[in-house]
């Protein structure tokens, strides 16, 4: 039986009409922008591509509560519910960092790179932090006979200057958002932040760039390459700072848009010193494996597997 499943996005939704992971029978990405809710996407899609489906899974970015959701960086409220009573299937939504979570478990080793390969266990604690509109956080443990995922919020965690200069940047980043998250650094509008702040410190003006600007300028700009490396540093500190929480020895997956656009400044060094630099635990951390996807389905993968399992 075809399920319904989709990955929603602060930027971006992805739905696909499969059968299985590796079998696609339809699949479209939307401007989430564009739209004024999830409805009206599934709609349009179920309509041009007839689609019948008694299942439908969704990651949504935002926390799920009770089957409902406030997307955090689009503004849209969704009940579970409502949908599936518009839809005429059962919904379910999930957190998208839930669905990745999910979709981690049917990953391929040629859908990752491994950054520290440590000393993977079976069956222990698995982490994921995934980067791209915001920074999102999820873990799945071992439940006796199968993984259960969980959604988390670590992206909100406060930002943990250790330097004069990553003072600086808080001061900087507090006038404009008053609290300041993990989230505010480690994201595309965080990667934006911090290449405007280098500017100041230059002595030049503020001229934003949208992060794939920064990471082309890099090779030949010094602020943007040194954008790129706090950036870096900051989601190996968040990473870390996850891993003692957890100590997931099942390993780290780093998600989302972000990592597999900048795999070669991910694998320069940055990234491993912010997720070393725990005192006294280094040791621990160096045995956790850790992860870059680089498939950016990781979250429809998962869903259309939950949703499998519905049925």
């Avoid at 932040?193 to 300028?217: D, H, K, M, N, V």
């Avoid at 602020?223 to 900051?234: D, H, K, N, S, Y």
Wanted: aromatic fraction near 8%.
């Amino acid at each position: 039986m075809a399920v319904l499943a989709g990955d929603v996005g602060g930027t971006k939704t992805h739905l696909c009409w499969a059968r299985t992971p590796l079998e696609i029978l339809a699949e479209r990405r939307y401007d989430s922008q564009s739209y004024d809710g999830l409805g009206e996407i599934v709609q349009e899609f179920c309509r041009e591509f007839a689609v019948t489906a008694t299942v439908a899974v969704f990651g949504v970015a935002g926390p799920v509560r009770r089957q409902r959701s406030h997307l955090t960086n689009l503004g849209w409220e969704l009940d579970g519910p409502t949908l599936a009573q518009t839809l005429g299937m059962s919904v379910h939504l999930l957190n998208d960092l839930e669905a990745a979570a999910y979709g981690v478990l049917t990953l391929a080793p040629t859908e990752w790179v491994a950054l520290q390969t440590g000393d993977p266990q079976p069956q222990a604690p698995i982490a994921l932090v995934g980067a791209g509109t915001g920074l999102g956080t999820g873990y799945l443990t071992w439940q006796g006979d199968r993984y259960r995922a969980y959604a988390a919020e670590g992206g909100h965690l406060g930002f943990a200057p250790q330097t004069d200069d990553e003072m600086a940047l808080l001061r900087y980043l507090r006038s404009r958002y008053g609290r300041v998250s993990g989230e505010r650094v480690v994201s595309g509008a965080g990667l934006t932040a911090i290449y405007t702040f280098l500017q100041t410190q230059a002595g030049q003006s503020e001229t934003p760039l949208a992060p794939a600007e920064i990471s082309e300028r890099a090779p030949q700009d010094d602020v943007a390459r040194e954008a790129l490396g706090w950036f870096t540093r900051f989601y190996g500190r968040i990473s870390g700072d996850l891993a003692l929480a957890l100590l997931p020895q099942g390993g780290v997956y780093l998600t989302g848009g972000i990592p597999p656009k900048i795999l070669p400044w991910l694998q320069d060094g940055a990234f491993l010193a912010g997720f070393l630099d725990k005192g006294r635990l280094r040791e621990v951390l160096t045995e956790i494996p850790v992860r870059v996807v680089l498939t950016e389905n990781v979250g429809l993968q998962g869903a259309i597997a939950y949703a499998q399992d519905q049925e």
